[in-house]
């Protein structure tokens, strides 16, 4: 990577966020001279952001940071037909009511990365359903989709890649690459903003934005993507063997949280502390050069900065002081994740199957079965071998519990009401 006059280009190349850039250097001279809008765009497909979208947030988060106004677009609009790109299948049709609860949901984590207000530099929240939902559909196709040729989409990796598989792209899909582009132009309108960011997969669809615009009179418009993330094993980011790692609190706790990035592979430690927290490179240099045991002391502040930066300095550490009671003392700390059992399931007998399942530890009674059979499942501590023992109320800890663990790293407090 060149030599960057901007601080906003130097802090994303020194941190590893930067794949491609339209114009290096018209951006940067931009940058260095001006204060510049830019917007990454987020699809509310579900209520919460996972851990996959930390580095489009940060990129933002660093925006402000240097001194520029990030704009969070909420895809209220764009979120009614469903981005194809790269995907095998259409993706399920959303209500107006869904798209809107996800929204509402999605909103209240990114006053955690940003400022927003209405000053000069004060981050904004917009929603493309604004200007969408009104469009005149002949009055587009004439003013907007006349600037579009079909042999040029056609052309797209995340186009074409579907196509040769035979696999069918409705016209509802098709049309998302145009109302993508549409919004940059919208944006640039209304808020004078010149740069969009976006993951890699989203480089045809920024680009196709920057065209429209130079054909309907904007002034230049940029683009910037970041690179799509894998672990160093090649996993998904944002992804683990229980489930998404949500970014809203109510789908996914503080502790669950920090013990994702805690379990970080040591391959990782070093580009995870650049992109998702905010400490010194030198620091970060010198915690990513530790090794044998000492990388575990990394990765916990790997884990508690990131968790810091989502859910407040002291529900991280709170969680990171639970991790070294449970992990390192033995002790059952009263702030692990927690399942509510009736009484009269544990007069009863109930079977550590169901009780793995209930806790959220196993999806099935096989599965289960199979941590059973392979060592993996401890009650208060104590292996089980046996896949057909019951818990009854004589196995309650003095405290009134009970505490499950499969593996090293995951346990649930059962508590009896």
Known sequence: MPAFKSDFLRILS???????????????????????????????????LHAGG?????????????????????????????????????????????????????????????????????ALMINNADWLTSINYLEFLRDVGRHFSVNRMLSFDSVKMRLEREQSLSFLEFNYMILQAYDFVELNKRTDCRLQMGG?????????????GHRMGTPQLFAL????????????MGKSLSGAIWLNPDMLSAYDFWQYWRNTEDADVGRFLKLYTTLPLDEVARLAALGGAEINEAKKVLATEITAMLHGRQAAEQAAETARKTFEDGVTADSLPSVEVPRAELEAGIGILALFVKAGLAGSNGEARRHVQGGAVRLNDEPVSDDRRAVTLQDLSPEGALKLSLGKKKHILVRVV
Not at 55 to 79: A, E, Y
Not at 200 to 212: E, Y
């Open 225 to 236: 993507t970041s690179p799509l993330l894998t672990t160093a094993s090649g996993a998904k």
């Open 14 to 48: 020194e941190r590893g966020f930067i794949h491609q850039i339209s114009d290096e250097t018209g951006l940067d001279d931009l940058l260095a001279k001006e204060t510049v809008t830019a917007y990454i765009g987020f699809d509310p497909t579900a209520p919460s």
């Open 54 to 122: 930390l580095i489009q947030i940060m990129m933002l988060h660093w925006l402000q940071q240097t001194g520029h106004r990030p704009i969070s677009l909420m895809g209220g609009g764009t979120g009614m037909v469903g981005d194809p790109s790269f995907k095998d299948e259409a993706r399920q049709l959303m209500t107006v009511e869904t798209i809107a609860a996800n929204i509402a949901g999605i909103r209240r984590v990114f006053s955690n990365y940003l400022t927003y207000g209405d000053g000069p530099k004060d």
């Open 200 to 212: 890699s997969d989203q480089w045809g669809n920024i680009v196709n934005g920057i065209d429209l």
